[in-house]
């Protein structure tokens, strides 16, 4: 998968080593775009792609998921990239959270399969970062393409542009407390989350 964006190092003959901070990526992929490919997705990928909105996790973390990372109430997780451990609710105030209702219908759904992991395939096999690579290309050339036959050349250069990695901005971003949204990135400060992965304005009312 493409990797995140951060900070590089570079050097000034004249001043030694210094940080250079890269343009973070600005893509927003609004419930429009997400939508058009969710629709061409198969199964897998459909739960991959919900997966990483709900836990905004990385690709990579989404993959190694599995069954038995639920305890007590939370689906653990540990970043490949950072190593942070997190603790995620699958229950929110006494009840089922969207997170803990995900999980129920992929367990159901590989009731029958000889897997430990989340996201795997209608044989049961683990999707690997290439095989989720090929669905998320086959499914999003799909949306495109019945975007073009719709002469929606907009919305057809939006669905083009969305990459998989775009999921956890999308989740950063639509969180309104930030604390929160850094807290479930595994972030240990809020400025990273916002200066990265949050992709939409401020909220405000309109003048009158």
């Known amino acids: 998968m493409a990797r995140d964006w951060g900070i590089t190092t570079k050097e000034n003959p004249c001043q030694g080593v210094r940080k250079n901070r890269e343009k973070p990526r600005d893509y927003y992929a609004n419930d429009v775009v997400w939508a058009a490919v969710y629709s061409k997705a198969p199964q897998e990928l459909k739960d991959a792609m919900d997966l990483a909105y709900l836990t905004g996790q990385r690709p990579a973390d ?13 689906l653990m997780v540990q970043q490949n990239k950072t190593g942070k451990r997190l603790r995620i609710r699958v229950n ?23 897997t430990s992991y989340l996201t795997v395939s209608k044989t049961g096999r683990r999707m690997t970062a290439t095989m989720l690579r090929k669905r998320w290309d086959e ?4 949306a495109r393409t019945s975007a073009m036959m719709e002469n929606d050349s907009l919305l ?9 990695r775009d999921i ?6 639509e969180i309104e407390d930030i604390g929160e949204a850094s807290l479930l990135l595994g972030h240990t400060e809020g400025d990273i989350t916002q200066r990265v992965y ?8 309109p003048s009158k």
């Open 62 to 74: 989404v993959l190694m998921m599995r069954k038995d990372d639920v305890e007590s109430g939370f």
């Open 198 to 205: 949050r992709r939409i304005g401020a909220t405000a009312n």
């Open 156 to 164: 057809a250069s939006k669905i083009a542009a969305f990459q998989f």
């Open 139 to 142: 499914a999003r050339e799909s």
């Open 168 to 173: 956890r901005p999308k989740a950063a971003s």
């Open 92 to 114: 929110s105030d006494g009840q089922v959270n969207s997170l803990g209702k995900l999980l129920s219908q992929i367990a159901e759904r590989n009731a029958r399969l000889v």
